[in-house]
């Protein structure tokens, strides 16, 4: 049996990483074909030295774009690898437009497609990734979970149960697997700053960073915060893009204590938030990845896909008012953030779980 593994963007890596290791030692062939959504070297190279993640057997190139040209372009490059490689199955993870444009071409050359981490809704259809995850899930033939809250959207949506397994979160069983080798990295005191006396920011979603105005407000909520906590801020190309264009460098230069960096590699950001007081972010992963290691999450967004990691988790969903931002804060700086921990089959085993299912199969 082959499966050919779909990876385009940075949170894409570290949910394919297990699946590659589990599979090295099985009868199944496990071919990676990276689309180039993201190339730079720390959204994307990095992520294969440090995860150990074998080399793509194909890189589409397809880099950077508006949505229809992105997704258009990856399935046009996608269709003649399929072509080529035969695979038995496509396997997609996440919600990135790698993920919806690779299933769109299997599924129409007929071949099945299995979609990791599916079921996650926002109900929020103005935001990209929600519209991938719903084309992905229509369409695929085996859907695995990472929580019951998955399992039931997508019954909800009139997906038979047989094709729907919960097995798990391959970016924890990453997230496990890692926490050794990122414990040597020592970095807080790269920043100058003491280990759970710092916050970490993280920006990207575009409802947040395309609009001048919500940019600026949000910047002044970090000024707030910073004044009571230093943080350290990755940030990633686009949200460095806009505050340039938006004219709020100055702004953000002015804020003493806040410490600017560009992307992270995986270990040396996971060293960094695992360290922390708490993290504050837009992100969709790291809700999940400080709910399993207990550091308090404030999410600046209206809704999330993973309400499991604020209803087991230590994850506060607050919107981008900064009176509920800053609510949220008093309460972590106070000691009262959530417990966290305990999600059921977040037990670094994710991985195993898919291979087995294959292996049943084949
Ligand atoms: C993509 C995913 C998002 C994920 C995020 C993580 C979609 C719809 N969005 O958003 O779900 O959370 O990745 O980072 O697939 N750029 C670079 N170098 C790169 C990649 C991008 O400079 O290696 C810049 C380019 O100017 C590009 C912009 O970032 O136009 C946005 O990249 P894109 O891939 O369109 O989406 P992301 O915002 O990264």
């Not at 990755?234 to 460095?240: G, K, M, Q, Y």
């Not at 921990?341 to 291979?355: F, K, T």
Request: with cysteine; hydrophobic share 40%.
């Amino acid at each position: 049996m082959r499966i050919l593994a779909v990876v385009g963007a940075r949170p894409n890596f570290m949910k394919v990483a297990p699946m590659a290791r589990a599979f090295k030692s099985s009868a199944v062939d496990f071919t990676i074909v990276h689309t180039g959504q993201h190339y730079d070297q720390a959204m994307s190279q990095s992520f294969f030295d440090e995860l150990d993640i074998p080399r793509p057997n194909l890189n589409l190139e397809v880099g950077s774009g508006t949505h229809a040209q992105q997704t258009a372009e990856i399935m046009r490059r996608f269709e003649p690898a399929c072509l080529d490689l035969k695979p038995d199955w496509v396997l997609v993870v996440g919600d990135v437009n790698s993920t919806a444009a690779c299933s769109l071409v299997a599924t129409k050359l007929g071949i099945p497609v299995c979609h990791v981490e599916a079921g996650l809704r926002s109900r929020d259809r103005a935001m990209p990734e929600e519209i991938n995850r719903l084309v992905t899930d229509v369409i695929s033939d085996l859907l695995l979970t990472t929580c019951h809250e998955a399992d039931h959207n997508l019954l909800a949506e009139g997906i038979p149960a047989e094709k729907i397994h919960m097995v798990g979160n391959t970016m924890i069983d990453t997230l496990a697997h890692m926490l050794p080798k990122a414990a040597q990295r020592q970095m807080p005191g790269r920043f100058g700053v003491e280990p759970g006396a710092y916050g970490v920011v993280t920006l990207h979603r575009p409802s947040n960073v395309d609009s001048p105005e919500i940019l600026a407000d949000l910047l002044g909520t970090l000024e707030a915060v910073q004044s009571e906590l230093p943080l350290v801020f990755a940030i990633h190309p686009r949200t460095r893009k806009n505050i340039a264009s938006f004219g709020l460098q100055g702004r953000l230069d002015a804020m003493n204590q806040v410490r600017l960096c560009d992307p992270l590699s995986y270990l040396d950001f996971l060293d960094l938030y695992r360290n922390s007081r708490l993290v504050l972010t837009d992100s969709g992963g790291i809700q999940e990845e400080t709910s399993w290691l207990k550091i308090p999450c404030i999410t600046m967004r209206e809704n999330t896909e993973r309400g499991v990691t604020v209803e087991l988790g230590t994850n506060y969903l607050t919107g981008v008012a900064r009176e509920r931002i800053l609510k949220a804060f008093g309460e972590v700086m106070e000691g009262r953030g959530k417990p966290g921990g305990g999600i059921p089959l977040w037990d670094g085993r994710a991985a195993e779980r898919i291979c087995d299912i294959f292996l049943a199969m084949s």
